[in-house]
């Protein structure tokens, strides 16, 4: 009987040890996408859509594009967005939308503006803004809100009412800065 009850206790103690480790290392892997609201900042101006626009362009990014952004530096929260890309483009190409990569350290212009990665920008057909943010929010990008979604309908609707800018949520993060 005794021997059980040692086993339970074991049991119970690395139970608490994975779960306050788990809970250790979420705090360190979750952040604010847009901490110095900078992206919030910049999407208040008014030629923001255009200029966005133009230095996607810039870097050789094509009306119809989903364009995912990032850079060299090692981020483990890169790797989580995998299935959010997939996921949008298979919701996405039968309006002819393609995934296309950039790499933030080589747009100077474009890590100014995008204040973490993995983000997303969606060009339309007609080379206009449609979304610009984060793929989704929360411990690991997967226990908080999945926009791929409200990305989705959003690119869909039919009559152009400006870009989506999502600079607000929490999640796993890496800043662009130092890129």
């Known amino acids: 009987m005794m021997k059980k009850k040692a086993g339970w206790l074991v049991v119970a103690v690395w139970l608490c ?22 992206l919030t900042a910049a999407s208040s101006e008014r030629d923001f859509d255009t200029r966005f626009v133009a230095y996607l362009n810039e870097a050789g990014i094509r009306p119809g594009s989903l364009v995912h952004l990032q850079t060299d530096s090692p981020c483990f929260c890169n790797s989580l967005s995998r299935q959010h890309q997939y996921d949008l483009s298979e919701l996405l190409k039968e309006q002819g939308y393609s995934l296309s990569v950039v790499n933030l350290s080589e747009h100077p212009s ?3 503006i995008v204040p973490s990665f993995p983000a997303l920008a969606v060009l339309d057909a007609e080379n206009q803004l449609r979304y610009l943010g984060a793929y989704a929010t929360g411990l690991g990008c997967y226990t908080g809100d999945d926009l791929v979604a409200t990305i989705a309908n959003w690119v869909k609707q039919d009559n152009y009412q400006g870009a989506m800018i999502n600079a607000d949520g929490e999640g796993c993060y890496c800043p662009t800065s130092g890129a």
Not at 17 to 38: A, C, H, K, R
């Open 110 to 112: 474009l890590a100014d």
């Open 17 to 38: 040890s994975v779960m306050t480790g788990l809970w250790i290392y979420g705090g360190n892997q979750t952040s604010e996408f847009d901490p110095q609201l900078s």
